[in-house]
């Protein structure tokens, strides 16, 4: 069955430092999603992409972020300044329509320090 | 603004007894509706989704949920609980877009033996 994947699955470094999380979503799939879950806290939506461009994104998603399909399989988000507030676990997703099913990855665990 | 609630933080039952998790949701028009499973360290699972016609709905690992509109519910259900369901069970819908998922706060699912 197909699946999303992201590496890395933990990711530690230092605040101001810029990190890079990647996913590989469905093949098929067009539509792709970052969100992030704060220790004890419900998942957040944080960007949408679709035909290259971001479709939608969150007050969360501000300057500090970014995504980039950089081949045809890759999905990315980068945030170029950590806060200690952005450790949190990053889930990406996908779906094959705006509308369809969104099917999530195992997550990044990300500690800003 | 669409929202989706979930009252339960917290639910222990014992093995092979029933359960109900509840989801309350605010939307406009007829949502679609999501449960996601999420096991300890793990990403998101998906368990079922409505999206329209029989408002019960099965799932995986044995879940079924019924969407009633006169009490804009989506409530998870089993019949028979084994120990493996213990997880964290996320219900979720659209938000005003349909490019992003609004998650529930999550129910922590404890199963004594």
């Known amino acids: 069955e197909p699946e999303v994947t992201q590496t890395p699955s933990h990711q530690v470094t230092q605040m101001g430092q810029e990190v890079i999380l990647r996913c590989v979503p469905i093949?098929?799939?067009?539509?792709f999603y970052w969100y992030r879950q704060i220790l004890g806290q419900k998942v957040e939506f944080l960007v949408s992409?679709?035909?290259?461009?971001?479709?939608?994104k969150s007050e969360i998603f501000d300057d500090q972020f970014s995504v980039e399909r950089p081949d045809g399989s890759n999905f990315t988000l980068k945030i170029r300044s950590t806060k200690l507030e952005d450790s949190a676990m990053y889930f990406c997703a996908s779906s094959d329509s705006g509308s369809g099913t969104q099917y999530f990855g195992p997550g990044t665990r990300l500690l800003v320090l | 603004a669409q929202s989706v609630t979930q009252p339960d933080i917290h639910i222990t039952v014992s093995e092979g007894a029933s359960l109900e998790l509840r989801c309350n949701y605010s939307?406009?028009?007829?949502?679609?509706l999501f449960w996601y499973v999420q096991s300890p360290g793990q990403g998101l699972q998906l368990l079922l989704k409505y999206f329209s016609g029989d408002t019960l709905v099965q799932g995986i690992k044995g879940f079924e949920a019924e969407f009633k509109r006169s009490q804009s519910s989506f409530n998870l259900r089993k019949p028979s609980v084994h120990w493996s369901d213990a997880a964290e069970y996320f219900c979720a819908a659209p938000g005003d877009s349909s490019y992003k998922l609004i998650f529930g706060s999550g129910t922590r699912l404890l199963v004594r033996p």
């Open positions: 992409f679709y035909n290259n461009e971001i479709s939608e």
């Open positions: 093949s098929n799939h067009l539509y």
């Open positions: 939307y406009g028009a007829t949502p679609y």
